[in-house]
C-alpha cells in the first residue's frame, strides 16, 4: 500500500503560515505526491501536486525535500475557511492506472 | 463550467435492498473512479473506469459493481446492503487515466 504519515492535528493562528509536513519514505520515482483537503462532509478539494520540484500555485505551496521522502504544504496565510483535514497522498501505479491511497489526514484548526 | 457531479445527496435504505448511485464528471473528463468513505476515515478507493472498463479495483467484494456510459458518466451499484456500507460515497474524474483527480460532493448512503 501507498503509506504516508502526517500528524493527527494541528493549530494555526488565523494570518499566519500553515506548515504542514508528510513523510513518503516509500514513494517511486515516478510517483507524485498530492494534497487535498476535505472541509467537513463536503469532496475532497484539489490543492497542489508535484514530482520533483517546488510547487506553487494560488492555493498554497508544496515542498519536496531532494530525497523525496517527505513534503510540506505551506498555506501561506491561514483563513478559518482553510479549516479543513489535509490530506498528503501518492499514486498507486498499476498497469495503465493507478489509485489515490488516502490516509486519515490532518486535522488543521484555524484559530482567530 | 460544471464540476463533479452526483446524485442524489443522501440516500436511506435497509439492510438486503440494492442501491444505485450516480455521477456525472467534469466536462471533458473521461475517466471516473469511486471512493467509499466512512465516518472519521479517509476515503477508500473502490474502483476506476475508463473506456466504459472497470481498470482498476480496491479491496471491495463482488456486491460493489459499476459501470460507465459512452458520454463518460457513471453509476455505482451495490447489492445485499449491509449496515456497514454506510457511508459517504465520492466520485472522482480526471482528464485521463493517471491525471488529476476532481471530486464530487458525495452521495451519503445510511442502511438501516
Known amino acids: 500500500d501507498a503509506k504516508t504519515t502526517q500528524p493527527t492535528s494541528m493549530d494555526c493562528a488565523e494570518g499566519r503560515a500553515a506548515n504542514l509536513p508528510c513523510n513518503h519514505s516509500t514513494i517511486s520515482g515516478n510517483e507524485y505526491v498530492y494534497w487535498y483537503r476535505q472541509i467537513h462532509s463536503q469532496g475532497p478539494q484539489y490543492i497542489i501536486h508535484g514530482l520533483k520540484n517546488n510547487e506553487t500555485n494560488e492555493m498554497a505551496s508544496l515542498i519536496i525535500t531532494e530525497d523525496r521522502k517527505s513534503s510540506t504544504l505551506i498555506l501561506p496565510h491561514a483563513t478559518l475557511r482553510d479549516t479543513a483535514v489535509y490530506y498528503c497522498i501518492f499514486s498507486a501505479s498499476g498497469a495503465g492506472s493507478y489509485q489515490l491511497t488516502f490516509g486519515k489526514g490532518t486535522k488543521l484548526s484555524v484559530i482567530p | 463550467d460544471a464540476g463533479v457531479t452526483q446524485s442524489p445527496t443522501h440516500l436511506i435504505k435497509t439492510r438486503g435492498q440494492q442501491v444505485t448511485l450516480r455521477c456525472s464528471p467534469k466536462s471533458g473528463h473521461d475517466t471516473v473512479s469511486w471512493y467509499q468513505q466512512a465516518l472519521g476515515q479517509g476515503p477508500q478507493f473502490i474502483f476506476q473506469y475508463y473506456e466504459e472498463e472497470e481498470r482498476q479495483r480496491g479491496n471491495f467484494p463482488d456486491r460493489f459493481s459499476g459501470h460507465q456510459f459512452p458520454n463518460y458518466s457513471s453509476e455505482l451499484n451495490v447489492n445485499a446492503l449491509l449496515l456497514g456500507d454506510s457511508a459517504l460515497y465520492l466520485c472522482?474524474?480526471?482528464?485521463?487515466?493517471?491525471?488529476?483527480?476532481?471530486f464530487g460532493p458525495g452521495t451519503r448512503l445510511t442502511v438501516l
Open positions: 472522482a474524474s480526471s482528464l485521463t487515466l493517471r491525471d488529476t483527480e476532481f
